[in-house]
């Protein structure tokens, strides 16, 4: 069941003010568990990587219901926090602003998070993104605007019949910066024959990402029930991409685990054996 965009927002509004930009009660926790999840983002290279492989596991791994999805706002993040510092944007200019739109983009992603468990329905709604219309409204995209020289009421038109060059590559850089591309991978990956040696194993799988948040957040990596991992076992084929983490659960009661990274000389349809 889904409830209407008006509905879900009138809801999250009686949940949390929309501008607060301080902690409600119950966000302390909530916004440290963001930190920790942010920093596993942004370990191990894992947007670089996300740009040369944009239907990896970080974007396509599904979220738990009933709890905040804390990746989607820290992959945004650290996403626009990367381009920040790759177009040379001093960090005096942003970090405060940045921080501030963290901290309401965890405070609404709390509240429709807890409009999902009162009401059972899926709370989807534009202010779930951190790149959207709640950046465009924060203070951050003002702030950025002014530092690149960019006037509050320019139009496209008015710059293609001035022909203003140097307005237009102000403009484009800061699109550049702030443009989330949302990219549909329910396409994506390289299906793989699926096969252990001996054979009668469970077989579990999830991305190295997740593995990471799991360790942010003081759980239990190798947990299937706490982390989001999606069993295997009696599929013939699986879709595989990126750097994606295993667990095999053999006969005699033995448990292996490790990494494999699909994007280094895999092809479609090669056999992925694990031996154990």
Request: net charge negative; glycine share 6%.
């Amino acid at each position: 069941m889904r409830l209407s965009n008006w509905i879900i927002l009138g809801l999250a509004v009686a949940l949390v003010p929309l501008r607060a930009e301080a902690d409600t009660p119950e966000q302390p926790s909530a916004y440290s568990s963001y930190i920790s999840v942010k920093s596993a983002v942004q370990s191990g290279n894992f947007i670089e990587h996300w740009y040369r492989h944009p239907c990896n596991g970080p974007i396509a791994s599904i979220r738990t219901r009933g709890e905040p999805n804390l990746k989607r706002l820290a992959l945004q993040a650290a996403e626009l926090e990367f381009n920040l510092r790759a177009f040379g944007i001093p960090e005096h200019v942003w970090r405060d602003s940045l921080t501030g739109l963290e901290r309401r983009a965890v405070s609404l992603e709390q509240a429709y998070t807890a409009i999902e468990i009162e009401y059972g329905v899926y709370a989807e709604h534009e202010d779930r993104y951190l790149l959207g219309p709640l950046f465009q409204e924060s203070s951050l995209a003002q702030i950025l605007k002014d530092h690149l020289g960019i006037p509050d009421d320019v139009e496209e038109e008015t710059i293609d019949e001035a022909q203003d060059d140097d307005l237009e590559e102000r403009i484009s850089r800061y699109d550049q910066i702030t443009n989330h591309t949302e990219i549909n991978c329910a396409d994506g990956g390289l299906v793989a024959e699926l096969r252990t040696i001996p054979g009668g194993a469970k077989v579990f799988l999830t991305t190295e990402l997740d593995q990471k948040i799991c360790e942010a957040l003081g759980i239990d990596p190798l947990n299937t029930n706490e982390c989001l991992w999606r069993e295997e076992t009696g599929s013939p084929t699986i879709v595989v991409s990126g750097r994606t983490a295993y667990k095999v659960l053999w006969p005699d009661g033995s448990v292996s685990a490790g990494i494999r990274d699909f994007d280094n000389n895999w092809v479609e349809g090669q056999v992925f054996v694990i031996r154990k």
